[in-house]
């Protein structure tokens, strides 16, 4: 088992990560956290877990440096620069396959909120390394031209409750081209803190990533 704390660069940031790989892993998950998250939260960390229990590597990273995230706070100004986060991720891939632990491990992008946008948009900038996208009550919308350019198949995974992201989900899903799917947890609001929601998501997740990380 690969367990590091790492930093990855990305241009002039340098950006905070948690990195683990299981012995014989069959792939690599890096995390794009929401607006106002970071590779602390708890949703992710508990969904990451079950991943590799599955078998994945997991990347937990920060896409915002402290600076830029005390500005977020004050301004909103990064959150929705969804060009800035998947270019971060792109070079986060970059950085994976030059690690001789993960270079032959195929990539996959799990996506929450903006994070999902961020994610769809990297899966079409590193499209030779990234081999599935799933997005948890994200906003695939804000990928936008990017959408029908994704070439690898992805995970939409809305709440029930959360009616409004889950239409824009479905309107994002008519513009994908790639094989996709969009599951519904029922009576999940958006942050999935219903009993059992959580899990849903998780073990759906791992399901996509077991059988995409080939």
Do not use: K, Y
């Not at 990195?19 to 069959?26: C, D, K, Q, S, T």
């Amino acid at each position: 088992m690969v367990s590091a704390s790492v930093t990855v660069p990305s241009g002039a940031a340098a950006l905070r990560g948690d990195l683990e790989i299981p012995v014989g892993a069959r792939g690599v998950v890096l995390f794009a956290h929401g607006s106002g998250s970071s590779r602390l939260s708890p949703r992710n960390r508990a969904v990451a877990g079950v991943l590799r229990r599955a078998g994945c590597g997991t990347l937990l990273l920060d896409l915002l440096t402290a600076a830029e995230e005390d500005e977020d706070a004050a301004t909103g100004r990064h959150r929705f620069d969804i060009g800035l986060l998947a270019g971060r991720l792109a070079h986060a891939v970059d950085w994976l396959e030059d690690r001789t632990d993960a270079v032959d491990l195929p990539v996959g992008l799990f996506g929450a909120s903006t994070g999902a946008a961020a994610a769809l948009v990297a899966a079409t900038e590193r499209p030779r390394r990234v081999s599935a996208v799933v997005s948890r009550g994200g906003r695939p919308d804000l990928a936008g031209d990017a959408l029908p350019l994704v070439a690898c198949p992805v995970l939409l995974v809305v709440g029930g409750a959360d009616t409004e992201v889950l239409e824009l989900n479905r309107q994002a899903a008519q513009r994908l081209s790639a094989p996709h799917r969009l599951d519904v947890v029922p009576g999940a609001t958006h942050l999935f803190g219903e009993p059992g929601a959580l899990e849903r998501v998780a073990e759906l997740a791992a399901g996509w990533f077991t059988e995409h990380l080939q």
